[in-house]
């Protein structure tokens, strides 16, 4: 269930308000609502807690399993982060200088050694040498009287030192090569010594792994920090008299309170002199979630907190639906009984292992060992054993299977008894009935949801509309994908006219949804509401028609599966049989079985929980638009 919330507003007197914070923030009952607060003290904090980040991303990639951690206090922490962060600043600025260094050694590199300071001095003897790259034409029309020794040559350009001046040659000039401020060889070891400095600055970091856990644990200090200085503030101000003498300043902010904490809110107001005012919250309002549930339901927390979903306030809580369809849908999409003995057996030993320390159990653990026994169910019912052939399988394990959709039967014709002759019903066919089915159960479990919701108001019947459309459309499903002519339009079963029943449901469903779904007090606003957007009132019936349709995701996808498994055995069994190559076997096997285990986990993210958040929610009319109550508290 959604726990009941009410609207809080507390008052308190400016000067007292970081008092009236600290209060609150021990009794750790209050949602307070977000504010970007202001100030210096704020920005410093959030400063330190980007250096301490960015500190930690740091050492994450350094740190090793056996670094003995030491503890230190958050000041010593920053100081870590710091250092830190002056020596990753100086790795990049000497990467920077030996880029540039590079590129001063690429620029030279086809003029083999050179030292300015040997040229200065051959200057100085009057022997001035230049060093030029020309294009090969011009290099032929050079004057004779000047002295060249070519160094290098290609097609285009010719690379030659000058001897004298060349002054009295201004084209010439565009050619002349700069030379460097140092040479070659100390160049050279400038690199080398930069190359060193960085491996002596990779040391001092890695040396900074012990203090991970104190900056992890600053890191949550200062959160909390920043989470008081903002509320402190970015709390709204009021001025209670127009005399600035005697001015009297208070200060309020809003949040959220769970309705069982009231009392202790109020007793918490009067001792501390706040003032409170309590109301209702409204759609309008940005309302936390809290959801209480039993033990059982609460074992799907792990699987909506990985993909971050939270119904909004006034949404459902759908999480023993959610629990139950996706325990079911992990069976199916998995589909092999061998790969649930799997599941649960690697559930099992963390489960075991905390219960004899007399630890507390991951509900994650627990959670995994549901996902594999759903799925050893699964397997039994129909026959599917790590994807041998069925017929291979021990005959009482063949026996514990369902024959309508056990492997064991696959290849026979199941009749039902309004057909007759040669017309029936394949295993294949009879799994996507079972899928359809969990479709229409499903579905129409959020429609039954909505009417009791909507049991005061007429829009009640927009849901049982829907609820009509639903059934209706699930057997037009049944005719047209799964078989026509057993499940023929033009069915009779006893007196009832099957086929026209179905469609007289979704038209008389039609009806009942055109008129009430968008009912608000008024029926013909409601009318005209639908009127309004006729398109997409029509596209919804075709919606219907393709949700269910998508629930034929879960055969398909655990059929592909079985396939894989199937052909790994195929691949692997041949060498079984020899000694030499048995090695190779078994590394086929536990590859291919554990590549398909991955897909299957990947598969279920995608289509198992797909069909909970986005069909069934969809029919919910929900949105996920909802986040966690967070009290303020230490």
């Known amino acids: 269930m959604i726990v009941p919330m009410k609207k809080l507003s507390v008052v308190t ?55 003995v951690q030491v503890e230190a206090t958050t000041e010593q922490a920053l100081v870590v982060a710091e250092n830190i962060s002056a020596s990753v600043e100086e790795k990049k600025s000497i990467k920077v200088k030996i880029s540039a260094l590079e590129n001063e050694l690429q620029r030279l590199e086809g003029w083999g050694e050179i030292d300015p300071c040997e040229l200065k001095y051959l200057a100085e003897k009057g022997i001035k040498i230049s060093l030029y790259e020309i294009p090969t034409a011009e290099f032929k029309a050079l004057d004779n009287n000047v002295k060249t020794i070519v160094l290098s040559k290609t097609k285009h350009t010719v690379s030659c030192a000058v001897i004298g001046d060349v002054e009295q040659s201004e084209s010439l000039a ?19 010594d930069c190359q060193n400095k960085i491996s002596n600055l990779e040391r001092e970091i890695t040396e900074y792994t012990e203090y991970l856990n104190s900056m992890k644990s600053a890191v949550l200090e200062l959160q909390k920090q920043i989470e008081f200085e903002a509320h402190s503030s970015g709390m709204a101000e009021e001025c209670l008299s127009e005399n600035p003498q005697n001015a009297v300043k208070v200060s309020y902010f809003k949040g959220y309170i769970e309705e069982e904490s009231l009392d202790k809110m109020r007793t918490a107001a009067k001792q501390n002199g706040w003032g409170i005012l309590i109301e209702e919250p409204t759609v309008e309002d940005n309302v936390p979630t809290k959801l209480k549930n039993n033990k ?47 599941i649960t057996a690697a559930a099992a030993i963390p489960i075991l292992m905390a219960f004899f320390k007399k630890e507390k159990i991951s509900p994650a653990f627990l959670l995994a060992g549901l996902f594999g026994l759903s799925t050893v169910i699964w397997g039994t019912l129909t026959c599917t054993w790590f994807g041998l052939p069925a017929e291979k399988l021990p005959m009482w394990l063949q026996k514990l299977s369902v024959p309508v959709i056990s492997n064991v039967y696959a290849d026979k014709i199941w009749q039902p008894f309004w057909v007759s ?28 949801k909505g009417a009791v919701r909507n049991r005061k108001s007429l829009k009640m019947l927009g849901d049982i509309g829907s609820a009509l459309q639903l059934i209706g459309i699930y057997y037009i499903v049944l005719s047209l994908v799964v078989n026509a002519e057993v499940f023929s ?58 949700d269910i349709v998508s629930y034929i ?40 079985h554990g590549l398909n285990m991955i897909l299957n986990v990947l598969s279920v993210i995608v289509h198992g929980i797909r069909l909970n958040t986005l069909e069934f929610s969809s029919h919910l009319d929900m949105s996920w638009s909802g986040h966690k109550f967070k009290p303020f508290e230490e």
Request: aromatic fraction near 10%; hydrophobic fraction near 50%; charged fraction near 15%.
């Open 421 to 448: 002759g040669e017309v029936g019903l394949t295993t294949s066919q009879n799994l996507q009935i079972f899928c359809f089915t969990l479709a229409l159960i499903q579905l129409t479990a959020a429609h039954i």
């Open 489 to 546: 339009l033009g069915l009779v079963l006893g007196a009832i006219p099957v086929g026209i029943v179905s469609i007289a449901l979704i038209g008389v469903g039609f009806v009942l949804s055109f008129v009430f779904s968008n009912y608000e007090g008024s029926v013909i606003k409601a009318i005209l509401s639908s009127l309004t957007n006729i398109v997409s009132v029509l596209l919804g019936v075709v919606n219907v028609f393709s």
């Open 296 to 342: 059982f339901v609460s074992l799907i927390y792990p699987l909506t907190d990985f993909l971050g979903t939270v119904p909004g306030y006034f949404e459902y809580d759908i999480s023993g639906w959610f629990l139950g369809f996706i325990l079911i849908f992990f069976g199916i999409i998995f589909g092999d009984g061998g790969y649930g003995l799997l």
């Open 174 to 192: 565009i050619y002349r090569v700069e030379l460097p401020r140092e040479s070659t060889s100390q160049i050279k070891q400038n690199i080398q």
């Open 13 to 67: 007197l400016s000067d007292k308000k970081v008092e009236t914070l600290r209060s609150l923030r021990r009794l750790g009952l209050m949602h307070i609502e977000e504010t970007e607060g202001n100030g210096e003290r704020l920005l410093k904090l959030k400063q330190r807690l980007s250096l301490l980040e960015s500190g930690i991303y740091t050492l994450t990639e350094r740190v090793k399993k056996d670094t």
């Open 553 to 592: 995701r879960l055969w398909a996808v655990g059929l592909a599966g079985a396939a894989i498994s199937a052909t790994v055995n195929e691949l692997a069994g041949p060498l079984l049989g020899n000694f030499m190559f048995m090695v190779l076997a078994v590394v086929l096997l536990v590859f291919g």
